[in-house]
T-cell receptor, first 113, second 115 residues
């Protein structure tokens, strides 16, 4: 069965520092992959998605992610953190067959001044 | 373009009661999926509806049931509520065609508390 692993339940960075949130998937066939952000008491907002068109995917708010098949990874990065980036981030994979998203456990990003 | 809406935003029920949560899908979307997000966890897939039929189900008991209507809106019903059903319930709509195929758009969720 498809699974997604996010390393690190919490990541702390200073404002202006590099953001790196890790995600690994388990699948013999690379799935579609997504990163979502969730602000407190809100739903999920799509940051970016990988659908096999390009391995480096650019998303909203300056985020990007690189798909690496050899490492089964899809890590999320942002060159310079902003205070408004503080939120919960979820990596998810889409099962082929029907549109069921499988989520990781999430990483809370903390940004300090 | 109207996004995904859910009602109510918050709900408090007691154990054993029944609850109905509602979701209006985004314009042009024909598929609705429901997820349960317990505190501090990632969302878990409950089930999906396409053309008013259940199109896949996660590891949830039969007391979790749903409906999809001709206008593609949907309901999630939970019978015999248990304390562990306390969670944020998220609805997501998607389309089986077009540029945003395979992309799910989430509503703000309904926070259910079971006492």
């Amino acid at each position: 069965a498809q699974s997604v692993t996010q390393l690190g339940s919490h990541v702390s960075v200073s404002e202006g520092a590099l953001v790196l949130l890790r995600c690994n998937y388990s699948s013999s066939v690379p799935p579609y992959l997504f990163w979502y952000v969730q602000y407190p008491n809100q739903g999920l907002q799509l940051l970016l998605k990988y659908t096999s068109a390009a391995t480096l995917v650019k998303g909203i708010n300056g985020f990007e992610a690189e798909f690496k098949k050899s490492e089964t990874s899809f890590h999320l990065t942002k060159p310079s953190a902003h205070m408004s980036d503080a939120a919960e981030y979820f990596c998810a994979a889409l099962n082929t067959g029907f549109q069921k998203l499988v989520f990781g456990t999430g990483t809370r990003l903390l940004v300090s001044p | 373009e109207t996004g995904v809406t859910q009602s109510p935003t918050h709900l408090i029920k007691t154990r054993g009661q029944q609850v109905t949560l509602r979701c209006s899908s985004q314009s042009g979307h024909n598929t609705v999926s429901w997820y349960q997000q317990a505190l501090g966890q990632g969302p878990q897939f409950i089930f999906q509806y396409y053309r008013e039929e259940e199109n896949g189900r996660g590891n949830f008991p039969p007391r979790f049931s749903g409906l999809q209507f001709p206008n593609y809106s949907s309901e999630l019903n939970v019978n015999a509520l248990e304390l562990d059903d306390s969670a944020l319930y998220l609805c997501a709509s998607s389309s089986t065609s077009g540029a945003s195929y395979n992309e799910q758009f989430f509503g703000p969720g309904t926070r259910l508390t079971v006492l």
